[in-house]
């Protein structure tokens, strides 16, 4: 078992001073003796006394610790976010508190409140499904605490954001399923009040009216996950409307598409094509590889943390709100013609 990290109350009962004496020595206060000083600041380094940089920071008012709230960790482009995030932290000399909400309004709030508790100086945060109240981010802002919203993001609190081009991307996938032949393009997406959703279902839309085809609303569903996609695609594609495409909100929910398809014994892209939106990892380990939409999580995360960044350091100025949009890139593999 590793040994307990020694405390300055620990040293100050070795060495027989008081409490204050030690904090004083650490901080090399000048109105100790040189001789005091030497006797705590040895000790300390001899027994790898470290300093909790938390409790510091909460007595002086001051932090160098970030929050960091995502729906998922597990997630490709969440986990290539916070690298985004940890990246430049690291560099800067920031700590990073991380949670996860799973989606959940609930979670999310206590999240929230644990940030606040700890005294961050920062939180950096994309909501959750199931949030359509943001009271708790709002609490954040009302105690000066400033807050970088990226990917989900919410437009009724005035605060920097990064986004992804969402609508670009969806409106150059459904193009380029029509240039391709595809006519009846079936979009699975994640629930309206996110702006992803809208966003991303503006551009499929907007693709099929600029090349003149209809929009049918029985062609849209709101299905985001891979075991959802599998029984909702399994009976589009045993229906009279059946589908000759799919554009999905994420891989997830692609890669069940596609396992929907498979089953049913449909050839894979000649009688149907299928396009996901992520980029991930299980986007070129299936069979067969997926086209999607790449996001670039990694430089969202860079972004959010250098905006954030702006604010902490000029937080007395009256500094211009950002918005910050990350382009996207269609990567085209074997589930598209």
Same mark, same amino acid.
């Given at each position: 078992?590793?040994?307990?990290?020694?405390?300055?109350?620990?040293?100050?009962?070795?060495?027989?001073?008081?409490?204050?004496?030690?904090?004083?020595?650490?901080?090399?206060?000048?109105?100790?003796?040189?001789?005091?000083?030497?006797?705590?600041?040895?000790?300390?380094?001899?027994?790898?006394?470290?300093?909790?940089?938390?409790?510091?920071?909460?007595?002086?008012?001051?932090?160098?610790?970030?929050?960091?709230?995502?729906?998922?960790?597990?997630?490709?482009?969440?986990?290539?976010?916070?690298?985004?995030?940890?990246?430049?932290?690291?560099?800067?000399?920031?700590?990073?508190?991380?949670?996860?909400?799973?989606?959940?309004?609930?979670?999310?709030?206590?999240?929230?409140?644990?940030?606040?508790?700890?005294?961050?100086?920062?939180?950096?945060?994309?909501?959750?499904?199931?949030?359509?109240?943001?009271?708790?981010?709002?609490?954040?802002?009302?105690?000066?605490?400033?807050?970088?919203?990226?990917?989900?993001?919410? *437009? #009724?609190?005035?605060?920097?954001?990064?986004?992804?081009?969402?609508?670009?991307?969806?409106?150059? @996938? %459904? /193009?380029? +399923?029509?240039?391709?032949?595809?006519?009846?393009?079936?979009?699975?997406?994640?629930?309206?009040?996110?702006?992803?959703?809208?966003?991303?279902?503006?551009?499929?839309?907007?693709?099929?009216?600029?090349?003149?085809?209809? *929009? #049918?609303?029985?062609?849209?569903?709101?299905?985001?996950?891979?075991?959802?996609?599998?029984?909702? @695609? %399994? /009976?589009? +594609?045993?229906?009279?409307?059946?589908?000759?495409?799919?554009?999905?909100?994420?891989?997830?929910?692609?890669?069940?598409?596609?396992?929907?398809?498979?089953?049913?014994?449909?050839?894979?892209?000649?009688?149907?094509?299928?396009?996901?939106?992520?980029?991930?990892?299980?986007?070129?380990?299936?069979?067969?590889?997926?086209?999607?939409?790449?996001?670039?999580?990694?430089?969202?995360?860079?972004?959010?943390?250098?905006?954030?960044?702006?604010?902490?350091?000029?937080?007395?100025?009256?500094?211009?709100?950002?918005?910050?949009?990350?382009?996207?890139?269609?990567?085209?593999?074997?589930?598209?013609?």
């Amino acid at each position: 078992m590793p040994k307990a990290q020694i405390t300055i109350k620990d040293i100050a009962r070795e060495l027989q001073v008081s409490v204050s004496t030690v904090s004083r020595a650490l901080n090399d206060s000048p109105d100790l003796s040189a001789a005091t000083k030497k006797k705590v600041q040895d000790y300390a380094k001899l027994h790898h006394y470290n300093p909790n940089f938390l409790a510091l920071s909460i007595k002086k008012r001051e932090s160098t610790i970030i929050g960091v709230i995502v729906p998922e960790v597990t997630h490709h482009f969440f986990a290539s976010v916070v690298e985004g995030i940890l990246e430049v932290a690291d560099r800067e000399g920031f700590s990073v508190l991380l949670f996860r909400s799973h989606e959940q309004y609930d979670k999310e709030v206590r999240s929230v409140q644990r940030l606040l508790s700890s005294r961050v100086c920062g939180v950096l945060t994309s909501v959750a499904k199931e949030t359509t109240r943001y009271d708790h981010f709002q609490e954040l802002v009302d105690n000066d605490i400033p807050v970088i919203f990226f990917d989900r993001i919410c *437009v #009724d609190i005035p605060t920097n954001r990064v986004v992804i081009d969402d609508y670009a991307g969806a409106l150059t @996938a %459904t /193009e380029y +399923l029509i240039n391709t032949g595809c006519r009846k393009i079936a979009f699975f997406c994640s629930p309206m009040h996110l702006e992803i959703s809208k966003n991303r279902r503006g551009g499929y839309m907007d693709a099929l009216r600029k090349h003149g085809l209809p *929009v #049918d609303h029985d062609l849209i569903k709101i299905c985001d996950n891979y075991d959802d996609a599998i029984p909702v @695609a %399994t /009976e589009m +594609l045993q229906s009279e409307n059946k589908p000759d495409a799919f554009f999905a909100v994420n891989d997830e929910t692609a890669l069940g598409i596609l396992h929907a398809t498979k089953q049913l014994h449909f050839k894979i892209p000649d009688e149907v094509s299928i396009c996901g939106f992520t980029d991930g990892f299980a986007a070129i380990a299936s069979d067969p590889q997926l086209t999607t939409v790449g996001q670039n999580g990694f430089d969202v995360g860079v972004s959010a943390m250098e905006l954030l960044l702006e604010r902490i350091r000029y937080k007395g100025a009256d500094a211009m709100l950002k918005n910050r949009i990350i382009r996207t890139k269609l990567i085209v593999r074997e589930t598209t013609r």
